[in-house]
């Protein structure tokens, strides 16, 4: 039997096992009860996936010689595939990883005193807002557990590869679910994934350290406020209804006021946002940078708890938007303080290489 014939049986036979990527903990014990081995197994196997990255069951010295031959028979440990690696000036790597036929990109942005991957959740994205790249293109699919936490578990394998040779490769601290896709239109998905994170055997993330960004779905929202506990943005973008319409057509279904009272109810449960709600507010030439859009949205959040991210628009091939100019933003940015709001602007970060806010498409070009 010829090489390419072996190789095609092996694909063959991998595709049928079990990726235990895809469970959490909960479903890790599930699975070992099923095939009579004891439930604390989950702890060690979690620990050998997630903090020394080990997808080789021979290695894993602790849990005995009869568990390693089942879970290589019938499981797998399988994170996507990195096609390319974009480095920007300021520092940014981006990647563009293969998912079937398709691609996503994730992005691992440093800073002086953290280290953030921001990751993705679907294939394309079918909010379609109007101002963002990704809402331009397709939508394929939700991304499985094992796509979504194997952007963290392949990046975090890859740096610390790269750090025993160049040591400016940190490990990773923070991760926002901001890239491509809608999270909670994945919501059984990202509920198993943050668990993977949040799991002390697991990934061993704080849950301040977690961000979720949501254009706004009411009733996930709702459904995930017993479920799950870590930093969630809303991304609103407009400060009224008639302006929101245009930009995020989803609107007309999950209007503003939806968004916020779900926020609300989701932050009075929350220890992981100290109280208050993250906006991001993303700002475009014309469109919702005037004086009196600050104002509205001043009035609109002066009392709902809340940070404000003002977000400066990132261009990209084809967009009929513009960013609004410098002194814009800070005029807007000063009214919002007037109403003694919390506001920062966010700093643009791989905007050469196509990594910032709203750009990603999962091109490989």
Known sequence: ???????????????????????????????????????FRANQIMKWIYQRYCDNFNKMTNIGKNLQKKLKISTKISAPNILDEKHSIDGTIKWIIQINS??????????????????????GCP?????????????????AVS???GQIWKISKLLSKKNKNIKKFKPITNIVVMGMGEPLLNINNIITSINIMLDKEGMKFSK????????GISPAIKKITDKIDVVLAISLHAPNNKIRNNIIPINKKYNINSCLNSMKEYIKKSSANKGKATIEYVMLKHINDK???AHQLAKLLKNFPCKINLIPWNSFPGSKYKCSSKINIKNFFEILQQY????????????????????LIGNIN
Do not use: W
């Open 1 to 39: 039997m010829n090489k390419i014939n072996k190789m095609k049986i092996t694909q063959r036979k991998n595709k049928n096992k079990i990726n235990l990527l895809d469970m959490d903990k909960t479903k890790l014990r599930t699975y070992l009860k099923s095939i009579g081995e004891k439930t």
């Open 147 to 149: 796509e979504i936490i």
């Open 102 to 123: 398709k691609t996503i990109e994730t992005v691992y942005i440093p800073e002086k005193n953290r280290k953030t991957l921001c990751i993705s959740s679907q294939i």
């Open 127 to 143: 909010i379609k807002c109007k101002f963002c790249a990704t809402g331009g293109i397709k939508f394929e699919k939700n991304l």
């Open 340 to 359: 003694k709001l919390t506001v920062t602007i966010r700093k643009t970060r791989g905007s050469d290489i196509y990594a910032s806010c709203g750009q």
């Open 291 to 293: 004086i009196e859009h």
């Open 208 to 215: 301040r350290k977690i961000t979720l960004s949501t254009v």
